[in-house]
């Protein structure tokens, strides 16, 4: 019998020790594998990169200046609202070449569209950081003390949210004045409240978990422990509404711009290209249709990142 | 072997499920066959396949599992050449099945009463009133205390015991011939088990319903098994009744499984455990699943251990063993 | 139960409280005199000092919040400052637009939405489920206002002499109006009462007054004139809607309890039908109040686009004239409308999930 205990053990020893041996797969490489792996996940990573060319290389990629008034500056006499011409599809060479047509105000609409991606993320980033900080901030301390500064936290919370949200934008625009800047601070009072609540969640979560008592009971400051544990455990579903958040920014922004409480003109805007061009929809279609399909594929493209982002950070799904 | 009051054979039953790195085999070419009012357990660790073997024959798998080949014969029928809309007049009615967790099993938007009823209203063409009449009795029957207003309880508001009598009271509402019962103690209380387990026994005495019991539990088997199928990485490795195998086991996975059983008032510094774990079922080494972690193998067979896997060798009609250290025994 | 109903109707009185507060602080720190702003800039001192007291803007800050809590809790909104009209007579006449509209909204919404997503559910990972999806990550992505204008030029001019045309703006056909029911039937009704204000109310939905007093033709012209603003508003939630149906039946389709349903024999339809969508449902119907307010939110640009007198156009011109009684009382009625369908939906939930109600 004790020659069979031997046996095993060393058999034991080896097998276990084959186990020990396999490397452990990195969460970050297992990510973006998998987020790549889908393909909302690629689509959208491929479409905000080439938005983000597209920003950045405005001064390159536009044959205009997005405010310059073309009046008497071409050869040929411009009509207002032109329609686009392009070359390739047979308008006529001696009329100079505008992809996406003239405005209301003689200016190149292509080359606004373009300069307008610039203005379109940064109101998706800065109105998203805002809210994060903001949210993530707010919800923490309320998850963390709890008491009277959770309820209070809570309640207001509440208020904000009892609000349809584009209508309390536009009220607090309308105290605050019409404005990008103004647009943007309203945005994010109104989407503030989903990142407090979701981080009051998790952290309420994480703030039972045995190790963070553990932790308090031998001495650690509560800051630090909110800072340096609960709060990186809790980002995933934070950076996926995040992302989503940023879909949702540029669209609230438009719409601001587009009832004139947002960017005003000539601030090459695509919800304010929108809204200056929308009672000429009939005779002019082109000045509505190119703006609003800047907006939907921007958006579209953070949706679609977000969708897959989400995919891939799901816990439940196991290789 | 077909017998009269043989209920259920399957013979040569494989199931794969398609993977995100090709199909992988879950359940390779086992035979059984069931009599009337016998209880045969299948036992085996997690992952060997028996549950799968089980949702095979009902044609329960998810959408990723098919049968790749094998035959049911239940009642002269071939329950893996039927399509849905046949089976379904089997199911709940010749051929019933309950699972492991009785409560996340139940409806939880469904009142219990009506849940039960359902089956009457299914299979036995009753109205809603008749049906939760005879649901009424059902619950009688598998002793639920205060059974009137069990009826109007939601599956929430029920105990892991009292659930699970209320799968019992479905599955054997309209008399089946089969009963196999996935794992069916395993999230309750030891206490509750052995309830269950003899109201289990109990209803089968009245029925003479045959059950197919699938467990891990070494207890169990001895408790309510006739006989004993025993699984490894989805392959049988031993059968045979349940004193024969639990007294005499020949294979050595099963040997390996009784020795690791704790004996109350015996001395020991450190328990029997198995070494080694088992095989991932997409990479299946080419010889005997087991061989890395036995211990009985000796030279003689090594060669073939490692490259090729055994047949099942009968010992004689009701015992057999999947071991090529029976080769010269048959 | 009623425990449940209870409690969220308590928790709804700090919410209305806070809302109260919020549209009163707001429409008060509006920069701008109002008195300015409708009388213009050449008005005396003495010409907007009676102005002020008219209107009782010459009181102290808290006096004036008392006293507006006290009438709003009364409905009594006051005149509005650049019409001289009572405010509730306004919002009789507006309300009706916005509700339709976003009635019919969420009406198609939920149809349309539930349907596909069910039906891309069932055919999960086929082309159908596929495009479903595309389309529906399309949807959302869709500026309501844009698709309103996109379709107003598609179906209001492009389509012009064809039968798809749609009137691309105003509620009825220029030339027909609407007679409210009760003058149909003849019921003596005097005119400024809080009587005929309620009438009115109702007779201001103009497809609900035509239905029940048998009126076909305006029946089908205030249909035809709801079709494309419905259409456009409806857009993004009826995906979001779509994507939840989806996602969550595909999950309900997995859980052991559907398992159990086809070990019992049920019928694989009826498996779906009685046991599958009903659980569902649920995150459906959690998300339904938000998506209200996405349509009320929505039905300011709407109506924008489409030329509707609704709420929230007049809510947007008011700010611009700091009309403070308009832009109280809307704002106020929007955001108790909205709180008074989350409580709604809340309620209604506990009734198809049974698990809520031991809280």
């Known amino acids: 019998m004790s020659k069979l205990g031997k046996v095993s053990k060393n058999l034991s020893d080896n097998l276990d020790e084959e186990l020990l041996l396999q490397k452990p797969v990195s969460v970050w490489k297992r990510t973006i594998k998998r987020l790549l792996s889908k393909r909302s996940g690629k689509i959208g990573l491929l479409l905000i990169c ?122 607090i625009v309308a105290v605050l004045g019409p404005g990008i800047r103004n647009a ?113 594929i921007t958006v579209l493209a953070f949706n679609l990142f977000g969708d897959g982002l989400r995919d891939a950070l799901d816990p439940r799904l196991n290789d | 072997m077909s017998n009269q009051s043989t209920q259920l054979e399957v013979k040569n039953l494989t199931t794969c499920f398609k993977t995100s790195k090709g199909d992988v085999v879950a359940v390779d070419d086992i035979s059984f066959s069931i009599k009337k009012g016998e209880t045969l357990c299948i036992v085996g660790e997690s992952g060997c396949g028996k549950s799968v073997s089980a949702l095979s024959v009902m044609g329960l798998l998810p959408t990723s599992g098919y049968v790749k080949s094998g035959s049911a014969i239940f009642q002269n029928n071939d329950l893996l050449l039927m399509s849905s809309k046949e089976l379904e007049k089997f199911r709940g009615n010749r051929l019933s099945m309950i699972f492991q967790d009785p409560g996340s099993s139940l409806n939880p938007v469904m009142r219990v009463g009506d849940q039960v009823s359902e089956i009457f209203q299914i299979h036995l063409n009753m109205s809603k009133h008749e049906g939760l ?129 704790p004996v109350i008032g015996k001395k020991t510094r450190r328990l029997d455990a198995i070494p080694g774990r088992v095989p991932s079922l997409d990479m299946l080494p080419s010889g005997c699943r087991f061989e890395k972690r036995c211990i009985e193998k000796n030279n003689y067979v090594l060669t073939n251990c490692q490259n090729k896997i055994p047949p099942i060798f009968s010992l004689d009609s009701l015992h057999g063993s999947r071991c090529w250290l029976e080769k010269g025994n048959e | 139960m009623i425990t449940y109903i209870l409690k969220r109707l308590l928790i709804s009185i700090p919410v209305l409280f806070g809302i109260l ?82 009635l019919g909204g969420l009406v198609v919404a939920i149809l349309a939405g539930v349907s596909l997503g069910i039906i891309s559910a069932l055919k999960h990972n086929t082309p159908v489920d596929v495009g479903t999806m595309v389309l529906a990550n399309v949807g959302i992505s869709m500026p309501v206002f844009w698709l309103g204008l996109m379709l107003a030029y598609l179906f209001g001019l492009l389509l012009k002499d064809t039968i798809f045309w749609l009137p691309p703006s105003g509620r009825l056909t220029a030339g027909l109006s609407s007679i409210p029911f009760f003058e149909v039937w003849g019921w003596e009704v005097l005119k400024g009462t809080t009587k005929s204000k309620f009438l009115e109310f109702f007779a ?49 389709l997995g859980r052991d309890y559907i398992r159990t349903a086809k070990a019992k024999g049920v019928k694989s339809k009826n498996v779906v039908s009685k046991h599958a969508l009903r659980n569902a449902m649920l995150p459906v119907v959690t998300i339904l109040g938000l998506q209200m307010g996405g349509l009320l939110s929505g039905a300011v640009l709407t109506e924008t686009v489409f030329g509707l007198s609704g709420v929230g156009r007049m809510l947007v011109e008011a700010i611009y004239a700091r009309d403070y009684p308009i832009i109280q009382a809307f704002t106020v009625m929007i955001a108790v409308t909205y709180m008074f369908i989350n409580l709604l939906v809340d309620i209604s939930y506990g009734f198809l999930d049974p698990r809520v109600r031991l809280e």
């Open chain 1, 50 to 171: 080439v938005i983000f060319v597209i920003a950045i290389a405005a001064p390159i990629i536009a044959p205009y200046d997005p405010q310059e008034v073309l009046i008497g500056k071409e050869v040929v006499k411009l009509k207002k609202r032109e329609a686009p011409c392009i070359h390739v599809f047979g308008c006529d060479k001696v009329k100079p070449q505008h992809i996406m047509g003239i405005d209301g105000n003689y200016r190149d609409q292509f080359s606004r569209i373009i300069y307008g991606s610039r203005i379109s993320l940064s109101i998706g980033f800065s109105t998203v950081s805002f809210a994060v900080v903001g949210g993530v901030l707010l919800g923490a301390l309320a998850a963390f003390f709890g008491g009277w500064i959770d309820n209070i936290i809570m309640r207001m919370m509440d208020v904000i949210l009892g609000f349809p949200s584009l209508l309390l934008a536009i009220a």
């Open chain 1, 184 to 296: 943007l601070l309203a945005i994010a009072i109104v989407t503030l409240p989903a990142y407090a609540r979701l981080t009051r969640a998790s952290v309420l979560t994480v703030k039972e978990l045995d190790y963070v008592k553990a932790s308090l009971a031998l001495g650690a400051s509560p800051t630090r422990l909110l800072l340096f544990r609960i709060l990186p455990n809790s980002l995933t579903p934070i950076v996926v509404l995040a992302t989503l958040g940023i879909a949702t920014a540029i669209l609230d922004a438009a719409g601001l711009s587009f009832l004139g409480l947002g960017a005003q003109p000539p601030t090459p805007e695509w919800g304010t290209m929108l809204g200056s061009e929308r009672n000429q929809v009939f005779s002019a279609p082109h000045l509505v249709f190119f703006p609003g399909i800047a907006i939907m």
């Open chain 2, 133 to 261: 009449e005879k649901a009424l009795e059902m619950l009688k029957q598998v002793e639920i205390p205060d059974p009137e207003s069990r009826m109007l309880a939601f599956p929430h508001e029920l105990s892991g015991g009292m659930a699970q009598r209320i799968m019992i009271a479905i599955a054997l509402a309209c008399n089946p011939d089969i009963l196999i019962a996935d794992e069916p103690t395993t999230a309750l209380d030891v206490t509750i088990q052995s309830q269950i387990l003899n109201l289990m026994s109990e209803m089968q005495l009245k029925t003479q319903t045959a059950i197919i019991l699938i467990t891990h539990d070494l207890g169990v088997v001895a408790e309510m098994a006739d006989n004993v199928l025993v699984m490894y990485c989805g392959q049988i490795v031993e059968y045979g009744d349940v004193k024969t195998v639990f007294n005499s086991p020949i294979h050595p996975y099963t040997k390996a499984l009784m020795k690791s059983i």
């Open chain 3, 21 to 102: 507060l919020v549209t009163f602080v707001l429409a008060r720190l509006i920069p701008g005199d109002p008195c300015k702003a409708i009388l213009g800039e050449k008005a005396t001192v003495e010409v907007c000092e009676k102005f002020e007291k008219r209107f009782g803007l010459d009181k102290p800050i808290h006096t004036q919040f008392l006293l507006y809590s006290k009438k709003i809790v009364l409905a009594d909104f006051g005149n509005s400052i650049r019409f001289s009209r009572p405010v509730s007579q306004i919002l009789v006449e507006r309300f009706p637009v916005t509700i339709e509209l976003a």
């Open chain 3, 204 to 252: 201001n939905h103009y497809i609900f007054n035509a239905l029940i007093t048998g009126n076909w033709e305006i029946f089908k012209d205030a249909i035809r004139h709801m079709i494309l603003p419905v259409i456009a508003l409806s857009t993004i939630p009826m995906a979001i809607i779509a994507r939840i149906t989806r996602s969550s039946l595909l999950e309900v």
